[in-house]
């Protein structure tokens, strides 16, 4: 590492680790807010007396929302920088999350929900590029920690939700976890807003955005690895928007429990992420990404059909934690491939493949429930699990030894110690860092 690096490292560090502390507060952030609207859904539903079909143009709404805005806000930070851009994009979802609780007609919760989408993404297109620029001007692996408090988020979101769901109206319910929001873009802002002025905007060829010489071989690849990508979040969104629902409906629970089987999929997910490195370091990604498949396939099955098995609420909430395992390190393997193929232009196209997948559940999901059962509908799920266990195993072979030319950013000028400076792109993945630096960026963040 150079010592503009190291000094660089220092300064996003420094006084006492209040900046990555604060990003971690970001990152939890974004997983809470959406996850209490998400426990929501059954409420918002009646109340604006929605059919299944008409909720999913609603949800697609949301999603056809979060699209518009992922074209301009990586622009935006660029231009910016991320941290400028992240700040008021926090405060902004924070406030724009009681917007559907509030909704009096199908037509109303339809814009609310476009309002929050393009807010969410802009949100998280910051927040996870300000990762990015820490983690390569550190030299540490943040993105694995980070994602894992960001599970952590959402765990706490739908627990929360679980607590308040018979006590309050959704309107109520989220108002006050708008007011929480804005309370924590007020206290972790300032130290990311002071470090943004000293940097100035985001150079998009500094060393935290390297940018990877094409092949056409590892466009492939990073085109196939988009499918995988977008078949996890088919799968990740239809649980969020639909679990709940199915749970409360189809096996006959409350509301509460219902969001407590939410939180028991959201907290298997945050333990994967967790886990993750770890686990990728012992069995490979092929082995993880198949595993985690399959596993989604057998999980899913179990929980769309529980209610027609033996003991069947027990088996959705043993169920529901087998699914967050296997989905929980499908898409940071598949990120992270993107970005060491492909460099930025990877890490976009993986993006934008995971937002169409987002996309299409919405509708989908909707349609084939009115028309065969949410059940039936949900089992969409396990055939897409089945059919991207099948490439992922694929394209081990084909990938093979494929392995893009050095970075230029990542060029030493001299023979010297930078020779063997890994990337940033590695840096953020944290797939070719060393296990101690794991475990070091864990303990900042956790104290």
């Given amino acids: 590492m150079s010592r503009r690096q190291a000094d660089a490292g220092s300064s996003d560090t420094t006084p006492h680790g209040r900046r990555p502390y604060a990003l971690a507060s970001f990152f939890g952030l974004v997983g809470f807010l959406p996850a209490n609207w998400l426990v ?8 604006v007396g929605a059919s299944d079909s008409e909720l999913g143009l609603a949800l697609l709404s949301g999603s056809l929302g979060s699209l518009a805005a992922l074209l301009v806000a990586g622009r935006l930070c660029l231009r910016l920088g991320p941290r400028r851009v992240l700040v008021p994009a926090s405060a902004l979802l924070s406030l724009l999350i009681t917007l559907p609780g509030v909704a009096p007609s199908l037509h109303s919760l339809a814009l609310a929900l476009v309002l929050v989408g393009m807010a969410q993404a ?43 769901a018979e006590r309050m109206s959704p309107g109520a319910h989220l108002g006050i976890v708008g007011v929480l929001g804005l309370l924590v873009t007020a206290v972790a802002g300032p130290p990311l807003l002071r470090s943004a002025l000293a940097s100035g905007p985001a150079d998009p060829r500094s060393s935290a955005t390297p940018d990877s010489i094409p092949w056409a071989r590892a466009r492939w690849i990073v085109l196939l690895f988009g499918v995988i990508a977008a078949c996890t979040a088919f799968a990740e969104f239809t649980n969020n928007n639909w679990a709940t629902l199915h749970v409360r409906r189809d096996l006959g629970t409350s509301a509460s429990v219902a969001a407590y089987c939410y939180a028991c999929y959201a907290g298997a997910i945050a333990v994967g992420r967790f886990l993750g490195a770890r686990l990728i370091r012992r069995l490979g990604e092929t082995r993880v990404l198949c595993g985690g498949f399959l596993l989604a396939a057998v999980a899913t099955v179990l929980t769309s059909w529980a209610g027609h098995l033996p003991g069947g609420l027990a088996v959705a909430f043993v169920a529901y934690v087998a699914l967050g395992l296997g989905l929980a390190n499908i898409y940071p393997i598949a990120i992270s491939r993107a970005g060491v193929l492909g460099g930025p232009r990877g890490v976009s196209r993986i993006g ?4 169409l997948g987002a996309l299409s559940q919405a509708p989908l999901i909707g349609f084939l429930a009115d028309r065969y059962g949410l059940p039936t509908a949900l089992t969409t799920v396990a055939v897409l699990s089945v059919s991207a266990a099948t490439l992922a195993f694929g394209l081990r072979a084909w990938s093979s030894g494929t392995r893009p030319r050095t970075p230029l950013a990542d060029r030493p000028s001299s023979p010297g110690p930078a020779a063997t400076r890994p990337s940033a792109t590695d840096a953020a993945s944290g797939l070719s ?13 956790q104290g």
Avoid: C, W, Y
């Fill in 433 to 445: 860092g060393d296990p101690a630096d794991v475990s070091s960026s864990a303990e900042k963040l």
């Fill in 122 to 164: 802009t949100f998280t297109i910051a927040v996870n590029s300000s990762a990015v620029e820490m983690a390569a001007a550190s030299g540490s692996p943040l993105m694995p920690t980070l994602h894992g408090v960001f599970s952590v988020g959402g765990l706490a979101g739908a627990a929360v939700g679980g607590v308040v």
């Fill in 352 to 355: 934008v493949a995971a937002n």
């Fill in 40 to 47: 929501r859904v059954p409420d918002v539903k009646e109340q």
